[in-house]
């Protein structure tokens, strides 16, 4: 398969991921939306890698993992926190976020 | 062959990021977000990426997801429908914007004719994206980067127990326990003895009583 299918799969899904997140208002939402995202760059990153014959893109995409996980883990809290609060979990309602 | 698993599992990919977006309940969603991971790993294994295609798997399917499945539960997924968007000009203008945004990829990525990408790649060392290979280049070429990681998710860890944790003075006033009430004041439980409602306001009147009786009687 040439290289150039899973780079249009990757912009596919990096392009959902974008409108996900403009579209959705659920902060869940928003962040799995996000991870759509990443995972499209993801994707163009072993592409690339494979196309150049060496490791350094897996590389890249193991530590596009990580910075997702810890995204997830501080974002997942916020919502926690939200939610403990009695705050509306929406991006809308949720404009102010100081204190 | 390769191509058949190809158009499988790009095919998933799709369904599934777009199920995510489309889904009104967020437990769907994190549903098909876990499916789109799947198809996802095995783009990366027809990559020739073993390795990340189960890290893929293990982390992001496994671990992250049921981390969202929580939260989904605990938080209670409330399905806010697409169509309570405030204003309709962004239901109109953020898929133009995505699909722009999918022009504009497609332009850089295939219409500049780039020779090198249409090709299949070169011919790959016998531990391409092996474990080996990857251990080794996580530990001498990308150390710097592999250790910034590490540090990254402690702090990360340890601000997801600090923003989740339960703080005093946010959480719904005490209510007293209903045994508590029930009980008859001046039964000799630990509560009393430790000085704590009905017990002290009666012996307080009742030490009160005795002692005028007592100066009567001197």
Known sequence: MSINWYLAVSATVFCIGA???????????????????LNGANLSLIAFSRMWG??????FAIIVMVVAACE???GLGVIVALHRRRLPIDADELRELQG | MVEILFFIAAIGAIAGAVGVVVLENPFYSVLSLVAHLLSLALLFLLLEAQFVAAVQVVVYAG?????????????????????????????????????????ELMIATLG???????????????????????????????????????????????????L??????????????????????????????????????????????????GRDLG
Request: net charge neutral; aromatic share 8%.
């Open chain 1, 19 to 37: 409108a996900g997140v403009m579209l959705k208002r659920n902060p869940l939402v928003i962040l799995l939306c996000l991870e759509l995202m």
């Open chain 1, 54 to 59: 060496n490791g350094d893109g897996q590389i």
């Open chain 1, 72 to 74: 997830v883990t501080v």
């Open chain 2, 63 to 103: 671990a992250v997801m049921v981390l969202y499945v929580f939260v989904v539960s605990y938080v209670g997924g409330q399905n806010l429908p697409i169509r309570a968007v405030n204003s309709p000009s962004l239901r109109i203008a953020a898929p133009l914007f995505a699909f722009c945004l999918f022009v």
């Open chain 2, 112 to 162: 500049t004719g780039l020779s090198a990408i249409s090709s299949e790649g070169p011919k790959l060392a016998a531990n391409y994206g092996e474990p080996e290979q990857i251990g080794e280049l996580l530990l001498t070429k990308f150390l710097l980067p592999f250790e910034v990681a590490s540090f990254l998710l402690l702090i990360a860890a340890v601000g997801a127990v600090m």
């Open chain 2, 164 to 213: 989740a944790r339960r703080r005093r003075g946010l959480d719904e006033p005490e209510v007293p326990a209903p045994l508590g009430l029930l009980r008859p004041a001046g039964t000799g439980t630990m509560a009393e003895s430790a000085g704590g409602g009905f017990f002290r306001k009666s012996t307080a009147s009742a030490s009160d009583d005795s002692t005028s009786t």
